[in-house]
Structure formats: structure tokens, C-alpha cells
């Protein structure tokens, strides 16, 4: 868990499996059924094929950060949390996906770098994926 300020996200019935999963602690993503590309953000239909269509699967939770930025001054809930890193994470399943990186020292983060997720709870019941480097 990191000291990153935690909201409930907004769930909706796209969403709903992988905020489901998160709650037990599981990361899992939406794959088109008819083309199998893996898909994020979760949606009704295939951004690669455009059918209509997909199905849950389980994901690694590991991946490596494509890119990231590290913000020194944060605003509102975010202050008193600087510095911390954001961060697009290419998971081993194919989607990137736009997190935080955690349990380390903003300074050492780089792109290429192997993570694993984490979670954060929120009051509400789902969890928010964070990722930490792995070793």
C-alpha cells in the first residue's frame, strides 16, 4: 500500500468486472473474443476489429514502464504525496496503461524497468492497480 491518495473510482458496466477483481486482489483485463487482442480501457467492443464482444482473462500484473514523469509539487489531495511518479506501464499482455509507480525512490524509475502491481484498497470496496519495480 502507498501513501498516494486513494478515491473510489467511478464504476460503470464496462467496468465493473476488473473493479470487481481488484477487490480480491486480481488484475484482469477484457480480450476481444473474436480477434483476442487484449484491450484497456474496458469497453463493449474491439478497438482492433470493432466487433462487439470480449471476454475476462487473468493478467500477470507485471509489465514495464514505457514512459513516465515525475511531479514534484502536486495539488489538492495530491500535496502532501510529492514527489511521486506516473507512469505508463506496458503490461506483458500487450495494453498500456496509465498508473503510479510505488515502493521506491522517485530518482531510480526508469523506462524499460520490470513492475509488478500493487494495491491500494479503498473505502468503497474495489482496489486501485499501482506498480512497484520488480527485485
Not at 10 to 23: G, L, N, Q, R
Not at 57 to 73: F, L, M, N
Not at 82 to 111: F, H, K, Q
Not at 129 to 134: D, I, K, L, Q
Request: proline share 12%.
Amino acid at each position: 500500500m502507498s501513501d498516494l491518495p486513494t478515491f473510489a473510482p467511478p464504476v460503470t458496466p464496462e467496468t465493473k468486472p476488473f473493479w470487481d477483481a481488484t477487490a480480491e486482489g486480481r488484475l484482469v483485463l477484457p480480450r476481444c473474443t473474436s480477434c483476442q487482442t487484449v484491450i484497456w480501457y474496458p469497453r463493449t467492443f474491439c478497438p482492433a476489429c470493432h466487433t462487439e464482444g470480449v471476454e475476462w482473462i487473468e493478467a500477470t500484473g507485471e509489465g514495464t514502464v514505457y514512459s513516465y514523469t515525475v511531479t514534484h509539487k502536486g495539488d489538492g489531495p495530491w500535496r502532501d504525496a510529492s514527489p511521486y511518479v506516473m507512469a505508463y506501464v506496458e503490461l506483458d499482455e500487450g495494453p498500456r496503461v496509465l498508473t503510479n509507480i510505488v515502493e521506491c525512490d522517485p530518482a531510480t524509475v526508469t523506462v524499460g524497468q520490470r513492475v509488478s502491481v500493487r494495491w491500494d484498497p479503498t473505502e468503497e470496496g474495489p482496489a486501485i492497480p499501482r506498480f512497484a519495480p520488480v527485485g
